[in-house]
């Protein structure tokens, strides 16, 4: 799921190196995410040269067919279901308006140095096996069980999650890497932060710390009608706020995005986004520059390949890349 296995990644414990760190963990969680230090970020030595198109598995973990249905899978709020390729190897199956969004925001995220997923955005997917029927998502289903504009993530058998963390509690605060992280979402745009999408991973002593689910990235501030506009759309993106209020010291980011006024028909999943604000405010400046020169070591051609890799048209990738451009010069500017 999470990629650590480019050797040209220095790891950053944060906090001291030699010290396990012990987060702060939610009823219910399981508390051996604190067995080994805790790193949320490695250092991209190698970022001008990373290939944002195949993104952190590269081209040779791309998925490869024939694929036959495994089981559909329940988790989160979008249509999905397990898939086996010829390699053996698992790949979950998003379907919907997340999955060209959720291809540039993990390639991004990656290449700045955060651990992330290894997607692929396939246009077209022929399963083999596909059931009669789906509980979710039958409608994007053609009757030869293909599907369409998807998203696979590949499945680490060596992958154990043992944990979620908190944006308010994890070991991380205060830190100049949190901060960024923070900014990063600002500038993807991704108002979908709930502490369920942060994860903790067990990779030998380390404890891997994982924002994933970034498929609400690139759109409108909250949810829109149609829905096609909330997310990945670029007409939404071009109008979204970036930051709210820069002081001599500090920066308010939009990070998440304020709920619409869509949300008032469900008014705890309004207040609980209202308090989610708290995320992107108070950000020094240092740590919102700092971001900035990380992606401003990205190449306008790298910008330009993670929304290719994400099926976007030509003058899609060109306006979507000219709006993160933008973004990136105000934080550098700072």
């Not at 694929?67 to 329940?74: A, N, R």
């Given at each position: 799921m999470y990629v650590t296995k480019n050797p040209l990644l220095v790891s950053v414990t944060l906090f001291a190196l030699s010290l396990p760190i012990a987060p702060a963990l939610e009823k219910g969680q399981d508390d051996s995410a604190a067995a080994g230090p805790a790193v949320l970020w490695s250092n991209p030595t190698d970022i001008a040269s990373r290939n944002l198109f195949y993104g952190p598995g590269g081209e040779q973990d791309q998925p490869h067919g024939p694929?036959?249905?495994?089981?559909?899978?329940?988790n989160g709020t979008n249509p999905k279901f397990i898939v086996r390729?010829?390699?053996g190897v698992k790949w979950t199956v998003k379907l919907g308006i997340e999955a060209r969004p959720e291809t540039v925001a993990c390639r991004i995220t990656w290449a700045v140095g955060y651990y992330t997923n290894e997607d692929y955005f396939m246009r077209d997917l022929q399963v083999q096996g596909m059931p009669a029927h789906l509980r979710r998502g039958q409608k994007m289903v053609d009757p030869d069980g293909s599907v369409h504009n998807v998203r696979l993530k590949r499945h680490d058998k060596d992958e154990t999650k043992t944990a979620d963390w908190q944006w308010r509690l994890d070991p991380f605060t205060n830190t100049r890497e949190l901060n960024g992280l923070k900014v990063l979402m600002a500038v993807m745009n991704n108002w979908d932060l709930k502490n369920e999408n942060n994860h903790v991973y067990q990779d030998g002593p380390e404890s891997i710390y994982v924002?994933?689910?970034l498929g609400a990235s690139f759109g409108s501030a909250g949810l829109r009608w149609p829905l096609d506009k909330a997310k990945g759309n670029v007409d939404s993106y071009s109008h979204s706020k970036f930051i709210r209020r820069i002081t001599p010291t500090s920066v308010d980011f939009a990070v998440p995005a304020r709920p619409s006024f869509v949300y008032l028909v469900n008014p705890k999943a309004y207040i609980r986004r209202?308090?989610?604000e708290w995320i992107g405010k108070g950000i020094p400046r240092d740590d919102a520059r700092w971001m900035g020169n990380l992606l401003a070591s990205l190449s306008p051609g790298q910008i330009h390949d993670a929304f290719r890799a994400a099926g976007y048209t030509p003058q899609e990738v060109e306006r979507f890349s000219a709006?993160?451009?933008r973004r990136i010069a105000m934080l550098t500017d700072l």
């Open positions: 694929f036959t249905f495994v089981k559909e899978d329940m390729d010829r390699d924002v994933s689910d209202i308090h989610l709006i993160v451009a």
